[in-house]
C-alpha cells in the first residue's frame, strides 16, 4: 500500500503534498464617480470616514458620498474609490527654491479644490540652530472648504473649518530617517511632494526651502485659476487618461483605464451613471470576468414599468429598482439616491456572514427613509422576467432586497450567487496555480495541481455551496492525458478539466484550467 494516497496519479517515492489555494475577497467594490478631492488613481478605504478625510463629503454634482455611506451601513468593509473628473487633469501646485534645487508642492488630485490648500515653512522643532537648520524644516498643510479670508488663518470660521496636516522635523538629506518624501507620501491626503535634488551636483548645497528663512504666512499651492473637474462630466471621462504625472516622473492611470489593472476588485458600481454608461461598466466586467457590476434603473424611469430593463444581457451583472430615499445632509431633507451602494454593501454582509454561494436576497436594507416607488406582486411578476431586481416594503420586515437574478437570458447563468461563486472559484484556482508555470510538465505536476484543486474544493463543498451528498458528487478535476494531448506536452501547457456542481443550478458546469509560460487561462466550456 503506498504511503500517501492523493487524488490523481500515484508516482511511488515522490512528494505530492497539495499546495494550498487561498480563496479570493468576493466583497471588494468599487465605486466610480466625482467627488469634492482627492486623488486620481484608484484608493482603498476601509469606512465613510476614511472617504471624508481623504477624497471629501457630500456634494451636489454627484450621488457617490450617499451611496458609499450606504455600502458601509449595510455592512460593506472594504472598497476602492475611483474619482472621476473632467479630462484633462490640471492641478494646483507651487515650486520653492531649496539651496540650489527646487522642491514642489502639488494637490493630490485635479481641480479648482487645490487652490484652497495653503501650507507654511517653520523651523523644525528639534532643529533650530546651526548648521542642521538648513537641512531640517516643518511643513504645515490645511485645505479650506471655501476660499479663506485673510483673518481666518488666525481665528478659522466654524463654517469653513479646515483640515490640517503637520509634518515636522523633515530632511532634505535623502539617507536620513526622516526624509521628507518618505514622511509625505502616501500619507498625506491633500499634496505630493518632490524635488529636482538628482539634477543638483552639490548636495550640499541642498537646503530646506527657502533656506533659512521661514514662510510664516499661508501661502496657497496655486494661484492659477484652474477649471472645477467636477462639472460637466461625460461619459467619456469615465474611461480615463492612460499617463497622469502625480509625481516627479511618476505616472498613474485614471478611470476605467485605471481599474484593469486592479486585481483584488470583484463588484463594480458607478452611482451616476446613465443608461450608455451603465452599459459600458457591464461590458468592463463581461471582459475582464472576474468582477460583477450592480447597475440600477434610471431615476425618470419609476413611473413606467415598461421602460425599465437593463441596457444589455450579461452574465456579469445584476439591475435593482427602484431608487431609495434617505437623508441629505446638504439641504436637510430627503433625497432620492441609486440603490447601487447599499446593495454592494448587502452583497459585502452575506459574503462575510454565509458566502459567496448564498443568494445577497431577503435582506433588510439598511440607512434609507422610503422607496421611491412601492412595488407589489403584480409590478414584481412583470418585472421579475425582465432580470430586474426589485426591492420591496413589507409591513413589520421593512424594506428587502427581492430579486437573485442576473441580466442574463441563459438559464444556466439566471443567479447572481452561481455566477459569483464561479468568479470566486475560477479566480482562486488562477492565482493560486502559478506557481506550477514553469513547473515540469509531467505526471509528478498532475498530481500536486490534482490534489491541491481537489482540497480546495472539497473545502468549497463543506461551506454548503454545491450539490451532493459526497464530494465525488459535488465535482470533479481531471489532469491527465485525457485533457492533454502530447503536443499540450510537449508545448509546456498544462491543462485542466474542472467541473461543479452549484446549489442552482444543480446540474454540473465546466471549465477548463491552461498554464503556460504566458500564464493562467480560464475558459468556461
Known sequence: MPEYEAPGVYIEGTDIDPKPIEGVSTNTAVFLGPTERGPIDPSLITSFEEFQRKFGGFIKESYMAYVLNGFFRNGGKRCYISRIYKRPANFSKSTIQAGTGTITIKASGPGNWGNRVYYKIEDANLYKNGDERLKFFKLLVRYYPRKPEAVEFENPDPKNDPIEEVYDNLSVMPFSSSYYKNAVAGVSNLIRIWDNFSEVEDKNAIERPVGGACIAEWKPIGEEEIEDNNTQITNSDYDGEGSVEIDNRKYTKSGLLSL??????????????????????????????DRFAIVN????????????????????????????????????????????????????????????????????????MSLQVSVDKVKQEVLNPKGINVIRSFPGRGNLVWGTRTISRDPMWKYINVRRLFI???????????????????????????????????????????????????????????????????????????????????????????????GVNITEL
Not at 486592479?262 to 443608461?275: F, K, T
Not at 447599499?342 to 436576497?361: C, L, S
Not at 451528498?469 to 499540450?488: G, I, L, S, Y
Request: hydrophobic share 40%; with cysteine; proline share 6%.
Open 260 to 289: 484593469r489593472e486592479v486585481e483584488d476588485i470583484s463588484l463594480v458600481c458607478a452611482p451616476d451613471a446613465d443608461e450608455d454608461l451603465t452599459q459600458t461598466i457591464i461590458e468592463e466586467c463581461d471582459n475582464a470576468k
Open 297 to 368: 434603473s434610471q431615476i425618470a424611469d419609476a413611473g413606467d414599468l415598461d421602460a425599465i430593463g437593463p441596457p444589455v444581457d450579461s452574465t456579469y451583472g445584476a439591475f435593482y429598482f427602484p431608487w431609495f430615499y434617505v437623508y441629505d445632509p446638504l439641504t436637510k431633507n430627503k433625497k432620492l439616491v441609486p440603490p447601487c451602494g447599499h446593495v454592494a454593501g448587502i452583497y459585502a454582509r452575506v459574503d462575510a456572514e454565509r458566502g459567496v454561494h448564498k443568494a445577497p436576497a431577503n435582506e433588510v436594507v439598511k440607512g434609507i
Open 424 to 518: 470566486f472559484v475560477e479566480k482562486s484556482v488562477q492565482r493560486s496555480t502559478q506557481w506550477a508555470v514553469f513547473e515540469p510538465k509531467n505526471e509528478r505536476l498532475w498530481s500536486k495541481v490534482k490534489a491541491s484543486l481537489t482540497h480546495f474544493l472539497t473545502t468549497v463543498w463543506k461551506t454548503g455551496a454545491l450539490m451532493g451528498t459526497t464530494a465525488e458528487e459535488a465535482f470533479f478535476v481531471r489532469v491527465d492525458r485525457t485533457t492533454m494531448t502530447q503536443n499540450d506536452i510537449d508545448n509546456g501547457r498544462l491543462i485542466v478539466v474542472v467541473g461543479i456542481a452549484p446549489t442552482k443550478p444543480a446540474e454540473f458546469v465546466i471549465f477548463r484550467l491552461v498554464l503556460t509560460q504566458a
